[in-house]
């Protein structure tokens, strides 16, 4: 009965994975922000930069690989420090492991704390825990903002730009005639 049920488990899991792209949003390059052309003055790291989408499926691979939010919204420096807490976490999990078998699957029972050397592998193992989870957060949280705030300030430094170039514009070079318009709407 064991089994059936792990074969179930797994072709279900992979009608979900292979069935569909795990997001909720209809995925569109530039969806946040059109240009109607690309300016001579964009570099092709700001292209790069307003053209990426954080979608739910970053969100599932952040959890297997630490910092790649911030990889791709290229901020290394906090990507690295991402991996250590992570890989910190890591090797908490593993010596607790190995200094007290028996308390991973305890984790959550308090009963489990008759000595010193238990209490502290508990706070470490929790520590732990909370370390691995804490990255993830901080990575799709922080990710997700700084993508946005470096799209803005490229979204506001062409908009001035444009805005800009409208202004310097000569208008008595074009010949403009008067015009009279009417419209109905139903």
Known sequence: MKRLLFALLIIAFQQAVYGQDVDVFKRDLNDHFKLPHVPDSMTYEEFKTLSTNLRLIDAAEAMVVPGLIHFKVRDKFTGYTLVGARLLGYAGIVYVNINNKDLLGDLFNYEVLNSEESKTDY???????????????????????????????IRYKYAIKLRSEMANYNTSLRKTYPELSFQITF
Do not use: T
């Open 123 to 153: 706070f470490i193992a929790l520590s732990s825990i909370g370390l691995i989870a804490g990255s993830y957060f901080y990575d799709w949280i922080h990710g997700r903002y700084l993508l946005d705030k470096k799209q803005q300030k």
